[in-house]
């Protein structure tokens, strides 16, 4: 990386919510944000529906502070 000239002195990890009940994935979310991480990835597969939802719940449960990120 030094030798490319890195650019960043960082990069923030996520941790992935696997693909849940909208209650699982607000707990896993909690014990994630516990640990420290403040980027979250979630996967999605169910319907478009049950993973927006999954996505909302979780903007409004971490706030703005926090980086989410999807996988479809």
């Known amino acids: 990386h030094a030798l490319l000239g890195r650019v960043h002195g960082a990069l923030p990890t996520s941790v992935t919510l696997g693909v849940s009940s909208v209650e ?3 707990e896993a979310a909690e014990r994630a ?3 420290g991480f403040r980027a979250l ?3 999605t597969a169910r319907s478009p529906e049950e993973d927006l939802e ?3 719940r979780l903007r409004e449960r971490c706030g703005p502070g ?3 990120r999807v996988d479809p």
Do not use: P, S
């Open 24 to 26: 699982r994935t607000l």
């Open 33 to 35: 944000l516990g640990r």
């Open 41 to 43: 990835k979630l996967k």
């Open 54 to 56: 999954r996505l909302h």
């Open 66 to 68: 926090v980086a989410l």
